[in-house]
């Protein structure tokens, strides 16, 4: 839990972004893609990070920019098959996480069964805001993460609706690839995912607890 190094700036560790698709059924269902048994894992590289204040870029190749509000997990302590009921004491804290997509291109990968990297793991596709304290979240599976482009709410959902518990998700991922501090989990957004344009700006949520505020530009 408590880590002898800060990881108050977690984002500037250089570490692992691993997200985990497809955990809410209702937004599988809006992708028509189906329910999942097991996660659906991928990556992001730690250049995916972006902070308030920077602005989120468009890649030149997309025409679909779209959003997704997810729970971020930061990992304060290491671990290789963590069993699930001693997973929650490898966690440091929360934080709010956008997953942006370029989801023409995704499709187009999906088709062709090639990797979602051009579609995931572009510069500035994984906004994070501040670490939340354990503290803070007592209960990160009932709360509710919340996006808004341009004052019109366009996600909300309670993190209760996870197909995957977080402890889950720790040992299930920890027995693929080894967890260090500073790692980051995406725990998967809920339903309402859509496109974004140039100059839109989103504020996003988690309850009353933290806000973050983006605004989109152009990769030029
Ligand atoms: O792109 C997708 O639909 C998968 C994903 O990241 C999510 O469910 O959060
Ligand atoms: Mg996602």
């Not at 997990?73 to 956008?98: F, N």
Request: glycine share 6%.
């Amino acid at each position: 839990m408590a880590s002898s190094k800060n990881l108050s700036r977690f984002w500037e560790w250089g570490r692992k972004i691993i997200c985990v698709g497809r955990n809410y059924a209702e937004h599988a269902k809006e992708l028509k893609n189906a329910v999942p048994t097991e996660p659906v894992l991928f990556l992001k590289t730690p250049s995916a990070y972006v902070r308030e204040g920077a602005p989120i870029l468009m890649p030149y190749y997309t025409n679909s920019l779209h959003h997704e509000v997810e729970l971020g997990v930061v990992i304060g302590k290491g671990g290789k098959d963590i069993a699930q009921s001693s997973a929650m004491d490898h966690v440091e804290g929360y934080a709010l996480c956008l997953d942006m997509t370029a989801r023409d291109v995704q499709d187009q990968c999906k088709k062709k069964g090639l990797p979602w990297t051009l579609a995931k793991a572009f510069d500035t596709s994984c906004p994070v805001s501040d670490l939340i304290s354990r503290e803070t979240i007592k209960d990160p599976h009932n709360i509710k993460i919340w996006l808004k482009v341009n004052d019109v709410l366009r996600q909300e959902g309670s993190t209760s609706s996870m197909i995957f518990s977080i402890p889950f998700l720790i040992s299930y991922i920890s027995r693929v690839i080894t967890l260090e501090e500073g790692d980051l989990i995406l725990t998967g957004t809920p339903k309402g995912v859509a496109a974004v344009q140039e100059d839109d700006e989103m504020v996003a949520g988690i309850d009353d607890i933290i806000s973050m505020r983006f605004r989109i530009k152009k990769q030029l």
